[in-house]
């Protein structure tokens, strides 16, 4: 009788160590899209958005090329993605700003700007 809960202490200890070194092999596998759609939800036009990683010294990853209408999508490429977490900075037509930081693009597959 014994054995039994050393045996199930065991098989759960296994368990979890599985679990343990599994998880971090799938958030490293995790990357972000080669493109990302971007909505505008407001009633204004969009005049310029960048997607930078954070950090200091950020680096641009897509940029808005032309201003984007009221209820219109684009896809962005990204350029040279890296990890998943991104800045997003908008700027309307009415002076509005939008600045969102740790954006998680590895799970999130599109911007929607709303007011």
Do not use: H, W
């Not at 979890?16 to 204004?44: D, E, G």
């Not at 700027?91 to 930081?101: C, I, P």
């Amino acid at each position: 009788m014994r054995c039994q809960p050393v045996i199930s202490a065991g098989l759960i200890g296994f368990t979890v160590s599985i679990c343990l070194a599994t998880n971090p092999a799938t958030a490293q596998s995790a990357k972000p899209p080669a493109q990302v759609k971007v909505t505008n939800a407001r009633l204004v036009p969009v005049v310029s958005l960048e997607i930078t990683t954070p950090g200091d010294q950020p680096r641009l990853i897509a940029k808005l090329s032309k201003p984007l209408a009221a209820g219109k999508s684009i896809a962005l490429k990204l350029n040279k993605p890296a990890g998943c977490n991104y800045s997003v900075l908008a700027k309307f037509s009415d002076e509005v700003e939008s600045d969102n930081e740790g954006i998680d693009l590895c799970r999130e597959k599109s911007i929607r700007l709303t007011d």
